[in-house]
């Protein structure tokens, strides 16, 4: 099983370029969530979903946006990129939504310039 | 507002010694609690979890965690450290019955000397 993929691993964006991370999954979670990794700071949920067709904010999620068209993708897109989107971005799934563990992809590392 | 705090940025252990990570939580009401490390330039692995019952929780790599409601914390804990357990551990907690937002801990480096 790949589990939890992402791409890009990196990217380097200009200021005001737009971009779509992506994240795919293959085993069958209904929950997925984007986190954003700072150093020092822990994991920030930017959004997530519990199921096709629901996303909901989270703590972090403006200047982001997401969609969830099927169980497997949850793709995360950046609009107008900022030097403070500077980050590494981690995709998870879980089976549930409260007591199950997370699975996290290998992250995305992404520099705004 | 849930919140977890790991109060130490880094911990130096020699091999074969004990280990503790410490880790405290805040929660209305109960909480459900995990740990997970990180690796180099890798996602985030879990390693155990307490949802209910014993207080006493045993996960991968010989980890366990210790739950104490009065104290409201959630150690991490090996009894006797390797090189290789050498990482980023990450507290985490959600409220039961309170939505799907996990709440991280801001990490604690974990540096085990031969």
């Known amino acids: 099983n790949a589990g939890v993929t992402q791409t890009p691993k990196f990217r380097i964006l200009k200021i005001g370029q737009s971009m779509t991370l992506q994240c795919t999954q293959d085993?069958?979670?209904?929950?997925m969530y984007w986190y954003r990794q700072d150093p020092g700071m822990g994991l920030k949920l930017i959004y997530y979903?519990?199921?096709?067709?629901?996303?909901d904010k989270g703590e972090v999620p403006n200047g982001y946006n997401v969609s969830r068209s099927t169980t497997e993708d949850f793709p995360l897109r950046l609009e107008l990129a900022a030097p403070s989107q500077t980050s590494v971005y981690f995709c998870?799934?879980?089976?549930?939504?409260?007591?199950?563990?997370?699975?996290f992809g290998e992250g995305s590392r992404l520099t705004v310039l | 507002a849930q919140s977890v705090a790991q109060p130490e940025d880094q911990v130096n252990v020699a091999e074969g010694n004990p280990l503790t990570v410490k880790c405290t939580y805040s929660v209305s009401g109960n909480p459900y609690l995990f740990w997970y490390v990180q690796y180099p330039n890798r996602g985030l692995q879990f390693l155990l979890k307490?949802?209910?019952?014993?207080?006493l929780v045993k996960g991968s790599y010989g980890f366990e965690a210790e739950f104490n409601k009065s104290q409201t914390s959630f150690h991490l804990k090996k009894p006797s450290a390797l090189v290789s357990d050498s990482a980023l551990y990450f507290c985490?907690?959600?409220?039961?019955?309170?939505?799907?937002?996990?709440?991280f801990g801001g990490g604690t480096r974990l540096m085990v000397k031969p």
């Open positions: 979903s519990v199921g096709a067709g629901i996303t």
């Open positions: 998870a799934s879980s089976y549930s939504g409260v007591s199950g563990e997370l699975f």
């Open positions: 307490y949802i209910t019952g014993d207080n």
């Open positions: 985490a907690v959600r409220e039961a019955n309170a939505g799907n937002m996990l709440t």
């Open positions: 085993m069958n979670h209904n929950y």
